[in-house]
């Protein structure tokens, strides 16, 4: 995930061994017009992809942390929908399936956050009361269930980086966001917020470009499509689609 060229000889930290955000790096990387620097399009078959499920929701490949923004942001750039990859997973699907999963888990543990309900879900890296957390996310998770961490904070983008694949539950969700007078800012929506911290609830002071950016690209896809029809006019865009095995077929 990183490489830091000032340690000695060089170090890389972090790497992505189940499916996350990364698919947009195979693509891309397999499209590499010089041989030298092209990525084997086998590697796009290489990572973890774990299957469960929760709440009654079909199963789907989940990532470690369970954060919905990993389900997101290849699909703000690559129009996967109607592709299948060699292995017949439906990406696009699968993110459905993810986002329906996050809106359950949310419905299930209303009873235990007051933040939490029918419109109010999507858990991902954001904000919270206590600083940033990199874990929030929902089950599944890990192997186990155990990697994912809740503690009654809605982050917004989190919904709304899904309004392509399920835009009716989006829309509920960004209505009710906006009835919080508390959580609007210069920007639109502030990170996030939690009615379970204090009387009064906690509600972020700031907006982070990374969630920003998602619900910018997702909005502008769910309009228009203007991103994806962008991208998909890139030759190397075509010729990595191709090479990794993401064809036209699903249903």
Not at 123 to 141: I, K, L, N, Q
Not at 215 to 230: F, K, Q
């Amino acid at each position: 995930m990183g490489y830091l060229p000032e340690a000695a000889g060089g170090e890389f930290s972090g790497h992505w061994d189940f499916y996350a955000e990364q698919l947009m790096l195979y693509i891309l990387g397999a499209a590499a017009p010089n041989p030298e620097h092209r990525v084997n399009a086998d590697m796009f078959y290489h990572f973890v992809r774990q299957y469960g499920s929760y709440g009654g929701c079909p199963e789907f490949i989940h990532s470690w942390f369970g954060s919905i923004f990993t389900h997101q942001f290849s699909h703000a750039w690559f129009d996967l929908r109607h592709k299948t990859d060699r292995e017949g997973v439906d990406w696009w699907h699968n993110s459905v399936i993810a986002t329906k999963t996050a809106r359950q888990f949310s419905i299930l543990h209303s009873d235990q956050y007051k933040t939490f309900g029918p419109n109010a879900w999507g858990m991902t890296a954001a904000d919270g009361p206590d600083g940033y957390v990199g874990r929030y996310g929902f089950a599944p998770s890990g192997y186990g269930n155990d990697q994912h961490r809740i503690d009654g904070t809605i982050p917004t983008a989190g919904a709304i980086g899904s309004i392509v694949f399920a835009p009716d539950d989006v829309l509920g969700a960004l209505r009710h966001y906006y009835s919080f007078p508390e959580l609007i800012g210069p920007y639109g929506l502030k990170d996030s917020f939690n009615l379970d911290i204090r009387e009064e609830g906690w509600f972020a002071e700031d907006v982070i470009g990374i969630d920003k950016g998602i619900v910018l690209l997702m909005i502008e896809n769910y309009r228009t499509g203007l991103v994806w029809n962008l991208m998909n006019k890139n030759k190397y865009v075509q010729t990595g689609l191709k090479r990794v095995g993401l064809m036209d077929g699903s249903g």
